[in-house]
């Protein structure tokens, strides 16, 4: 099964920038579509933003509440898939996740049907 681990997180104060990013092993990060989620405390796990694999255009997704702000994109040569985030607001404070499901588009991806998980990484914003 594919390893997926999120890392970059920390503590960041209103307005300021992180840099998430996710590692794979048994897992070629170009060749499917993969996801960034999380999950804040108390809340259910959401959709944060997808990318399609190459091979479906690479064409990017966002969640209304981060759009303008966040930024996914892969890096092919080292194998990762990047979450550039800024202008970070207290409600972006949850832990983070990567995520796949052998899939080649994100088709409906806000939906509950990943199934490969990566370790998260928490991501704290203070106001």
């Known amino acids: 099964d594919v390893q997926l681990q999120a890392s970059g997180g920390g503590s960041v104060q209103h307005g300021g920038s992180l840099r998430l990013s996710c590692t794979a092993s048994?897992?070629?990060?170009?060749?499917?579509?993969v996801g960034w989620f999380r999950q804040a405390p108390g809340k259910e796990r959401e959709g944060v933003s997808c990318?399609?694999?190459?091979?479906?255009?690479?064409?990017?997704y966002y969640a209304n509440a981060v759009k303008g702000r966040f930024a996914i994109f892969r890096d092919k040569a080292e194998n990762m898939l990047f979450l550039q985030m800024n202008s970070l607001k207290p409600e972006d404070t949850a832990v983070y996740f990567c995520?796949?499901?052998?899939?080649?588009?994100?088709?409906?991806?806000?939906?509950?049907?990943?199934?490969?998980w990566g370790q998260g990484t928490l991501v704290t914003v203070s106001s």
């Open positions: 048994m897992f070629d990060m170009d060749y499917y579509a």
């Open positions: 990318i399609d694999s190459a091979s479906s255009g690479d064409v990017t």
């Open positions: 995520a796949t499901d052998y899939q080649y588009d994100c088709n409906n991806w806000q939906s509950d049907y990943w199934s490969q």
